[in-house]
């Protein structure tokens, strides 16, 4: 990659002091997204998957009394280099909502209920461009969004639409900036089939129409080869295999990334034999924050350990050829 | 299916009625509408649909946790549907429900040996020296250890807190296991867990279930045959091999072509627009039609009935010529 990303995470740690002491909820994350392109974040509750999405722009609440440390390389309209970690809460707040855009799983969260959706999209729009007509546009943003009759749907009121399109809704707020950056944290978890479907395809067409990045952050390997372009697969904190979408899903190289992929359940159906029902779990539960193993944080629950992962002080990302990165020690033996 | 079916409904419907909206008439939302139904004792049906299909309220309805509006329900042959509290306490035993969220259904404050000895003792079975080894050999059966016995509900997690109501739901030995999205709360790796544990259980005890998830992966490897529910009415019933290989309502086709897959197998090119209609204002006709990209003029005006189709499979389209 010659041009310099869209965004840099380099050495991320997100730390949130609680009762029990400091939890380490990202631990050295390094990950980055070029323009136009979609990474994909998966992993597990606890993984850290939504906490580095949060942690680009420090959305946390005082309560989370949350610490980001580290460097996120923002690269501005002017090509110039911000870092955001070292950035003061009202600069931030400029560049969230004009520059980088964020969806949440929980759409009736993020809206205000005693607001008509239209006036939400309008205030948005006027704050990021206030020479345009706001009223215009938010009816615009929603046909974006493919919110039938928008003349009419832009007077309701956030209670009045269905959970789909609450989304739709929360997306356009998302798209009145023109951003450069989506990030887009479970937006389908809590949707219906038939309607996760039909926001899986939006987002990839949106992002097609505006040349926007995107930043998606998910549980389902498989929404992950529906949208996205490269993926980081995250335990405990850490990234432990990121590459090309297809090569890390055809062919994973870390022994968590394999185990995820084979938890699915898979029925094959046989005619002269009852059909085999495929039900592969991980083993144990992964580390809870205060007590991270030494050595590989995977290893007591890894099919493949041997002694040295445990041995080792930690174990690094490598480089692994071909645009991926894999943290496991036994990389090179993978088939 | 020959055998005499272990549960069985017939034209079951349940009518809420919602809070008044101004004048005139009180609005209604008919949640389950007409459905018949069968498992075989050891059977596994599989039931989905989106939010608003009515598969929550027809797992209550058939453990007559709530009252059916119209239709009725037989549990081993013995019509249920009116039956006073005393008589179908007995029966109690034989049918259990496991919940999504295992968090709800423990009690916080009571060590878990504790909580599973009080259904026993509900139930009025063996004094407490026996409960007490029972519940030791539950916790086994289901993956934990008798030692767990002494240990608060927060000690656990998601997944060994829904062994736990599984083992309380065993306790009291029941031949029928409603389990309302048993492993939806839970992350991936562990939920394979849960549903190898299901299926164990339900080949070793012989037990029958109605299996209720939003997720479709998880139901084709339980379900022996699978409804497909759409605003309270069945669309489909058959087979689990049939529903997901051979899909023949447009509704079980854009299903399964919504569900994101890995790779592999080929799924239906239907796409469905649009979002589930409200079940206080249901479409006249076929209920599906307004989503339907196969409707024709008069799905608004007749009601398919569920008609066999061959192979034990039952459908409800007016349509023949579909094939997907």
């Not at chain 2, 596994?44 to 059916?68: A, Q």
């Not at chain 2, 589930?276 to 003029?297: E, K």
Request: with cysteine; glycine share 8%.
């Amino acid at each position: 990659m010659s041009q310099a990303p869209l965004l840099g995470l380099e050495d991320l740690r997100t730390e949130f002091a609680t009762p029990r002491g400091v939890v380490r909820a990202v631990d050295g994350v390094d990950l980055s997204v070029d323009a136009g392109e979609t990474l994909a974040i998966v992993g597990e509750s606890g993984s850290g998957k939504s906490v580095t999405a949060l942690s680009v722009l420090r959305l946390f609440t005082r309560a989370d009394r949350a610490r980001v440390s580290g460097r996120i390389i923002w690269r501005d309209r002017d090509g110039a280099a911000v870092d955001l970690a070292a950035l003061d809460e009202r600069r931030l707040r400029n560049i969230r909502g004009s520059d980088i855009a964020v969806v949440f799983q929980d759409p009736s969260a993020s809206l205000n209920p005693v607001f008509s959706i239209g006036a939400q999209i309008r205030e948005a729009v006027r704050r990021h461009h206030p020479r345009t007509d706001a009223a215009a546009r938010a009816v615009e943003l929603l046909r974006d969004v493919g919110i039938a009759d928008p003349e009419r749907r832009v007077d309701a009121f956030p209670h009045q639409l269905s959970g789909g399109m609450r989304q739709r809704a929360m997306i356009a707020i998302a798209l009145a900036c023109a951003p450069r950056l989506l990030i887009a944290d479970e937006p389908t978890t809590a949707l219906d089939v038939t309607i996760q479907a039909q926001i899986m395809r939006l987002l990839a067409e949106l992002k097609r129409r505006h040349g926007m990045a995107l930043l998606f952050i998910t549980h389902d390997l498989a929404l992950v080869s529906e949208i996205a372009d490269r993926v980081a697969v995250m335990y405990a904190g850490q990234v432990v295999e990121t590459g090309p979408v297809d090569a890390v899903l055809r062919q994973p190289a870390h022994p968590y990334t394999r185990a995820l992929l084979a938890c699915r359940p898979v029925r094959r159906y046989r005619d002269d034999a009852p059909d085999d029902r495929i039900l592969e779990t991980i083993p144990g539960a992964p580390p809870r924050p205060g007590a991270i193993p030494r050595g590989c944080r995977f290893a007591p629950r890894c099919a493949a350990v041997v002694a040295a992962c445990r041995s080792v002080e930690a174990v690094g990302l490598e480089a692994s050829g071909d645009g991926r990165s894999v943290r496991c020690l036994r990389w090179r033996e993978t088939p | 299916m020959t055998a005499t079916p272990l549960v069985e409904t017939r034209g079951l419907g349940k009518v809420f009625d919602l809070p008044r909206d101004g004048f005139g008439p009180r609005p209604r939302l008919r949640a389950v509408d007409d459905v018949s139904l069968s498992i075989a004792p050891g059977e596994v049906l599989g039931l989905v649909g989106e939010s608003g299909s009515g598969k929550s309220t027809i797992g209550r309805l058939v453990l007559r946790l709530i009252e059916p509006s119209s239709g009725s329900v037989a549990f081993d042959g013995r019509d249920i549907t009116r039956m006073p509290a005393s008589q179908l306490r007995p029966l109690r035993r034989s049918m259990q429900m496991v919940f999504q969220d295992p968090y709800a259904s423990l009690n916080p404050r009571r060590n878990v040996g504790d909580a599973i000895a009080e259904v026993l003792a509900l139930h009025g079975i063996g004094a407490a020296a026996e409960r007490r080894e029972r519940v030791a050999a539950l916790l086994t059966q289901v993956g934990l250890s008798a030692e767990d016995a002494a240990r608060r509900p927060r000690e656990f997690s998601g997944g060994q807190r829904q062994r736990i109501a599984i083992a309380r739901a065993l306790a009291v030995g029941p031949r029928f296991l409603v389990a309302d999205e048993p492993v939806s709360a839970l992350d991936v790796s562990v939920q394979a867990g849960i549903l190898a544990l299901m299926r164990e259980l339900q080949d070793g005890l012989g037990l029958a279930m109605l299996f209720i998830s939003h997720d479709l992966g998880v139901v084709e490897v339980m379900a022996d045959r699978v409804m497909v529910l759409y605003l309270g009415r069945v669309m489909e019933v058959a087979p689990t091999r049939a529903i997901y290989t051979t899909p023949r309502h447009p509704y079980s086709a854009g299903l399964l072509a919504a569900a994101p897959l890995l790779a592999g197998r080929e799924r239906p090119a239907v796409q469905l627009r649009d979002e589930i209609p409200s079940p206080a204002d249901p479409p006249s006709g076929c209920v599906f039609r307004t989503r339907c990209p196969f409707a024709l003029p008069r799905c608004a005006e007749e009601t398919p009935p569920l008609r066999p189709v061959g192979e034990g499979r039952q459908m409800a389209c007016l349509r023949d010529d579909l094939v997907f």
